[in-house]
């Protein structure tokens, strides 16, 4: 990932709303006083009429790219936030398959305890930190390795728990860790600043009516930017996934 976009994504949410203002707000800056009048003239009548429905056209396109991007962007964070509610309900079935076994089989249980309590700690302690810089593995640690092998000679009910973990696990590093492609966002901007070109064309005529309009289209630029980043990653930023969930399940496996 590259770090300069993570440090934009730990910013609270007002900051990075204020940077991508400032960025798109330069970008305007520089249409409005360097490529408007190179391209349509000093009286802003070299290009004659310039049509409306141009502009439309890009403004669309950017619009529908933008929606599908942030479709995309909300739906891989629901999944994961999703994965991470689903594998601590599957530690927490085990806990009470163990809960149901304990008359007859009491070591069981303290040992079922003692198992899924160092295997949610490892998830807190050391698998989340390495969720929000994108270097987690699906390599299953040692501890639940050796929660599996437990589960495997102790009761089916355990072990179905434990696969269930195990999956949602496997799709919380999968898809928590996924950006959205760099040729997403390129296309994104490239169709930003031909929006803003064309709306600074469409004025040029009209320094004024000009500043307005690519004021009023850089806020809604910024707005939107603004919405696919702050959901970009979902373990980094104001808004990352918390592992809530886990730590109840640790609180709850520390009290056997």
């Not at 900051?15 to 802003?44: K, T, Y």
Request: aromatic share 8%; net charge neutral; charged share 20%.
């Amino acid at each position: 990932m590259n770090p300069i976009f993570d440090a934009v994504l730990r910013l609270p949410t007002p900051l990075i709303v204020l940077v991508l203002l400032l960025v798109w707000g330069v970008v305007s800056f520089v249409i409005h006083r360097a490529v408007v009048p190179r391209l349509c003239g000093a009286d802003g009548r070299r290009l004659g009429r310039f049509e409306a429905e141009v502009t439309s056209q890009i403004a669309l396109a950017f619009g529908l790219l933008v929606s599908f991007n942030a479709v995309w962007v909300w739906d891989r964070s629901e999944r994961v936030r999703n994965a991470v509610v689903e594998e601590a309900l599957a530690l927490e079935s085990a806990l009470d398959e163990a809960d149901f076994l304990a008359d007859s089989k009491p070591e069981l249980r303290l040992e079922t305890y003692a198992l899924v309590a160092a295997y949610a700690q490892h998830l807190i302690a050391d698998e989340w930190p390495r969720l929000s810089h994108a270097s987690a593995t699906r390599e299953r640690p040692a501890q639940l390795l050796a929660l599996r092998r437990f589960a495997f000679s102790a009761a089916e009910p355990i072990l179905e728990a434990v696969k269930q973990a195990e999956a949602a696990r496997e799709l919380r590093i999968r898809d928590g860790q996924v950006a959205m492609p760099r040729s997403r966002w390129l296309i994104v901007f490239a169709l930003a600043l031909l929006t803003l070109i064309s709306i600074g064309a469409l004025h040029g005529d009209s320094p004024r009516g000009r500043v307005l309009a690519l004021t009023l289209v850089t806020l809604a630029i910024s707005c939107c930017f603004a919405v696919i980043f702050v959901s970009g990653r979902p373990f980094v930023g104001e808004y990352a996934i918390q592992p809530t969930s886990l730590e109840q399940v640790v609180s709850r496996s520390l009290r056997p």
